[in-house]
């Protein structure tokens, strides 16, 4: 007896779903929007008795396939969609929905109800003792930039759950913590007269006068619309430091939109969601400086992301050199071709001697690691002096690998597979030895 058609049918369609996804798999030769989120980068793991025996290779191959599966992104955003759609549910666990459909970090809301400071220092005491000393680390550097003719500004960002505590999830705002990390060290700087920028309590007391929130409902940093507030008051400011008129921000257009920017719609790309989210439209603002005929002074910057805004936008206009230490960990500079770690920057010296002001950006987050280590980074650097003692170390390093032959033929099959100059590998592997050599004596 034949079978009906339509059996025939269904075989066919799913024999060349599974082959499209097969080869997909394979080939990927339909580009994917990539999803949103951190993903670490994959380590392969060779085929061994041990790495069998152990599972190793198993999980890697597990694993593989589950990155590299054909219209993985698409499926995961279906999934993502369905979830949020019927029960308002994102699946990124670092993603907390609150009230009136705003949308909260989870590191955030760890803060504000004191888990941060419990896991960090384990109680209020110790932290205002530790406070104290960074404070004491923060008045020698300042004397420090100062023989450097260098200024110094430290400006405190606002988080949302601070600023909008209403809209949390009803067990945050039933077990906020009385104490602020950020206030507490405001009234420290005051005490100390270190230069600074409350922005916190601005924004507190801005709360309901704006015509537009201050933070989107799928944003975590400042909205868009107070960057040319937050830019100009900065720039006053480090006028005032260094003596010199600097220019104002002046809005050209409000550029009222529903397509909001990577920062004001960052949580709904984390959710990674197969259609957009209808959204209030809101101001993504064009700026200008007053006055481009000022001399513009330089500046390095050592904050956590909440200067992007501001390093894409025209207030890095009014600066000759505008350099960003993110986290004082990666450089991000339009000056040179660097693209690397701080620890690595021959130029660290050069750079805080050259320029006419240093500004710290924190938020409540990263209030608990103070400074991101920029106290002990300047130090050293002014140790260094030019990174010539680094750059010494490194020649000398260089030298040493030279000299063992098992080494240097290592570095040259890892030139050869990097498709790298080899002194430039010489190089990377001379620092890489040097760090490891660090470690070891911190041990």
Partial sequence: MNKKPHFLIQFVIIFVAFTAILLQGFTHVIKMKPLAGY????????????????????????????????????????????????????????????????????????????????????SEEYFKTKAQKDIEKTLVLIDSLKQHNTAFLFVEAPSKTWVYPEYMPQEYQDSIMPFCVQDYYTQLFKENGI???????????????????????????????????????????????????????VCVDENLTTQYSKQDGEIEDLMNLLLPIRKPAMPQPIMALSDTTLRKPNILVIADSYFIQLHESTFADAFDRC??????????????????????????YNVIDQVDLVMIITTSVYAYDYMFGFCETANEAFIDRDGKRRQKLIEETIERIKSVPEWLESVKQQAIERGVDLDEMLRLNAIYAIEMDKQKQQN
């Fill in 39 to 122: 993903v670490p980068n994959e380590q392969p793991v060779k085929l061994s008795f041990k790495t069998y025996y152990d599972g190793t290779f198993q999980n890697y191959l597990t694993d593989h396939a589950k990155r590299n599966s054909g219209f993985r992104e698409p499926c995961i955003r279906i999934y993502n969609q369905c979830l949020f759609s019927l029960f308002s549910k994102p699946t990124n666990n670092t993603l907390v929905p609150g009230l009136n459909k705003e949308m909260y970090l989870q590191i955030y809301l760890d803060e504000i109800k004191g888990k941060t400071l419990k896991d960090c220092y384990g």
């Fill in 195 to 249: 230069p600074h920028i409350d922005f916190l309590s601005y924004f507190k007391s801005l709360k309901g006068q704006t015509k537009y929130p201050l933070y989107t409902r799928y944003g975590t940093h400042w909205a868009e619309h107070t960057i040319p507030f937050v830019a100009d008051s900065i720039l006053s400011k480090i006028g005032s430091l260094i003596g010199q008129e600097m220019p104002h921000i």
């Fill in 323 to 348: 350099e960003y230490w993110k986290y004082d960990d990666e450089v991000i500079t339009k000056d040179i071709e660097f693209l690397g770690k701080v620890s690595d920057y021959l130029e660290a």
